[in-house]
């Protein structure tokens, strides 16, 4: 079946203006997580989703940071005001179940660039 | 912030020879895995053992796990050409299952 699909592949934004980045997990997964990957800091988990619980928000670096789900299903992730150190690649998971002992499944990333 | 720490941080070998890396980690952990990522790509799970485990293997790959010391190695056995890539380890911390990631050890196997 299908892997995890997410959009833009590539971004490219000024500073100071929003982003939305879209993640379409598995069907059927109920865990959903972003992490971002730049070459300063390495793969940063951001936050994590499971079926109707609050999501666990505590990776998101700024409260220009948020991420909704709807639907269980697709998340988006955006970023107001967006900031130079903001570029990075944002890769999307998904799991069947909750917890470490399930294997995620990445995305290919979006790949952001603030100029 | 970071929890495991991967040496070395980068590996050139031959093909046919072996790649060993290691993973140290801090807190303790439900599990450990691994992941590999292609240049430009999405990571793919290579392979999960768990915290009561000590070693698992899965086709040319063998992972060790000892708890007391903090540490995991990845052993890729007569590696390809099509092995080059990063490889990453990641722990569970049995905090809802987010993954927290080494930095990784970049694998160059020469054909």
């Known amino acids: 079946g299908a892997g995890v699909s997410q959009s833009p592949s590539n971004k490219v934004t000024e500073k100071g203006k929003d982003v939305e980045l879209r993640c379409d997990p598995i069907?059927?997964?109920?865990?959903l997580y972003w992490y971002r990957q730049s070459l300063g800091q390495g793969l940063e988990f951001l936050i994590y989703f499971q079926g109707n619980s609050a999501p666990d928000k505590s990776g998101l670096p700024s409260d220009r940071f948020s991420a909704e789900r709807t639907g269980g299903s697709v998340s988006t992730l955006t970023i107001q005001r967006t900031q130079q150190e903001d570029s990075a690649v944002y890769l999307c998971a998904s799991s069947p179940g909750q917890g470490g002992y399930y294997e995620q499944y990445f995305g290919p990333g979006t790949r952001l660039t603030v100029t | 912030s970071q929890q495991g720490e991967e040496d070395p941080q980068a590996l050139s070998i031959q093909e046919g020879e072996n790649a060993t890396m290691n993973c140290s980690y801090k807190?303790?952990?439900?599990?450990l895995q691994w992941y590999r990522q292609n240049s430009g790509r999405g990571l793919v799970h290579l392979i999960l053992?768990?915290?009561?485990?000590r070693e698992k293997h899965s086709g040319r790959l063998r992972v060790t796990l000892d708890t007391s010391k903090k540490s995991s190695s990845l052993l890729i056995t007569a590696s390809r050409a099509a092995d080059t890539a990063s490889y990453f380890c990641a722990t569970d911390n049995n905090q809802g299952g987010k993954l927290i990631f080494g930095q990784g050890t970049e694998l160059s196997v020469k054909p």
């Open positions: 069907s059927g997964h109920t865990a």
């Open positions: 053992i768990r915290s009561n485990e």
């Open positions: 807190t303790s952990i439900n599990n």
